[in-house]
């Protein structure tokens, strides 16, 4: 019998350890704030409560521990872009700049003949307002002329990056992630998140490196990354409308039946 009792407390035990060390690990994960700190803080405070034995604390605490749960998983990192990024980017009422790619990879060398490198945003459907970090917004058509005013432009910080979308609009310039902190990391973990394509130009080697769906192509060329942000948006805009086909389909049904 004793035995017995030992062994239903060692499970016991190593059941809710295994659930708080989970639970700390992905609060770990968050980069833009410190909830685990936060976490060990409110465990310290109850415990400590009721070791203690305050009569009115030690309830409290252990009554709202339920909602403290819920409101860290809510203000999680990941919690919040997983939300966030199901906006989508208004696309303009107007006929799309067909050739924005072009002009883009040809300021891209551009620059990097002028041995300055250079990265590039290109947002697509899902909106990155919320992840950027912009000293002020342009939304200005695309041109060759427009890009290498802004690129020669004393302003420019070649450590930062340029931030265009599929429109063909130049969103911003010296622009970062919101975060600041790993901006390669950030960069596949953003592009993992949403429909994002970002691209480097290198000075030194003359190619490009190339990250979308949370990987990374370098050593390629203009052509190459040509071609393949070109189909990465055709496989974008087909699964959209067979989303959109389905949808139909699935509405149809519904009404007829």
């Not at 192509?217 to 990465?232: E, F, N």
């Not at 389909?249 to 009404?255: C, D, L, R, S, V």
């Amino acid at each position: 019998m004793f035995y017995h009792l030992i062994a239903r407390d060692i499970i016991e035990i190593l059941f809710y350890s295994s659930c708080v060390f989970t639970f700390c690990q992905w609060l770990r994960t968050d980069k833009t704030k410190n909830l685990i700190i936060y976490f060990f803080a409110y465990c310290s405070l109850a415990l400590s409560a009721w070791v203690l034995q305050l009569p009115t604390l030690t309830p409290f605490l252990c009554t709202y521990a339920p909602v403290m749960l819920l409101l860290f998983i809510v203000l999680h990192e990941k919690t919040l872009q997983r939300n966030m990024l199901t906006l989508c980017s208004i696309s303009p009422a107007r006929t799309e700049h067909q050739d924005w790619l072009d002009t883009l990879l040809s300021s891209s060398l551009s620059i990097i003949n002028s041995h300055k490198k250079i990265t590039v945003i290109i947002e697509h459907k899902d909106a990155l307002d919320h992840f950027i970090n912009a000293p002020f917004t342009i939304n200005a058509d695309m041109s060759k002329n427009v890009l290498d005013i802004f690129l020669t432009s004393t302003s420019y910080d070649e450590q930062k990056m340029i931030w265009v979308n599929t429109n063909g609009k130049i969103r911003g310039i010296n622009v970062d992630w919101i975060n600041d902190k790993d901006t390669k990391t950030d960069t596949l973990f953003y592009t993992t998140q949403s429909d994002a394509i970002i691209f480097n130009a290198h000075p030194l080697s003359r190619t490009f490196s190339l990250i979308m769906d949370g990987k990374e192509m370098q050593h390629l060329s203009a052509h190459h990354v040509h071609a393949m942000i070109k189909k990465q948006l055709s496989s974008f805009s087909s699964s959209h409308h067979k989303g959109a086909y389905r949808e139909h389909n699935k509405a149809e049904k519904t009404i007829s039946h």
